[in-house]
């Protein structure tokens, strides 16, 4: 994953924003995701956001893309403590052949 | 649907033994990717297969191994377990080669003693 960089922790409370924030280095990628992992569990699929855009929104979830800094973030408004989970963000490649590269991920701790 | 599935939920081995893990696809997806989770080092690409060919290969040595069959299940075997082995294996599915979204099973949790 070191093509993708994360912070490993970040703690909120129960009903306020969290903002998890990730960097990528290669400009070419096309898209770029973010996961969510909870304890025992597989990963799921949040959210994407093709990398000609600048921000997604759905729902509860806001992604914002500065392609020109490679930087993602997901922003969880009013987060509950279900959100408690590891969230990945993840790149995929350009080229014909999907190849998609996770960060580390970050454990989001919601606090009630 | 039923979603990707994975066998067995937990293995447990021992140093220099051989480890086999399964994962079936959702229903129709051609593509099966594997991951290992270790603790602290996130997700690690091992390797890709779709329509029964290895598309590619992370950064693993050959004691790494796969194949996925013609129902498009796949296998990964692992030789000569070492203890830094020990981690969570995923398997993801996709539709095919270009689809953007891939499916995460729940899991083997491999444990080498």
């Known amino acids: 994953g070191e093509d993708v960089e994360q912070s490993l922790f970040l703690s909120v409370r129960e009903g306020d924003s969290s903002v998890i924030n990730c960097t990528y280095t290669?400009?070419?990628?096309?898209?770029l995701y973010w996961y969510k992992q909870e304890p025992g569990a597989g990963l799921q699929l949040l959210t994407y956001?093709?990398?000609?855009?600048d921000m997604k929104q759905d729902q509860r979830l806001t992604v914002l893309l500065n392609k020109k800094d490679k930087h993602l973030s997901l922003r969880i408004a009013d987060t509950q403590t279900g959100d408690s989970a590891i969230y990945f963000c993840a790149e995929r490649k350009s080229g014909g052949y999907q190849k998609v590269t996770f960060g580390i991920g970050t454990k989001l701790q919601v606090i009630p | 649907e039923a979603g990707v599935t994975q066998s067995p939920t937990h293995l447990i081995k021992t140093r220099g033994q051989q480890a086999t893990l399964r994962c079936s696809p959702i229903?129709?997806?051609?593509?099966v990717y594997w991951y290992q989770q270790a603790l602290g080092l996130g997700l690690q690409f091992l390797l890709w297969?779709?329509?029964?060919?290895?598309?590619n290969r992370g950064n693993f040595p050959p004691r790494f191994s796969g194949r996925q069959f013609p129902n498009y299940s796949s296998e990964l075997n692992v030789n000569a377990l070492e203890l830094e082995d020990s981690a969570l294996y995923l398997c993801a599915s996709s539709a095919d080669i270009r689809a953007n979204e891939q499916f995460f099973g729940p899991g083997t949790r491999l444990t080498v003693l």
């Open positions: 956001i093709f990398s000609n855009m």
């Open positions: 297969y779709d329509e029964g060919e290895e598309r």
């Open positions: 229903s129709g997806h051609t593509s």
């Open positions: 290669d400009s070419s990628s096309t898209y």
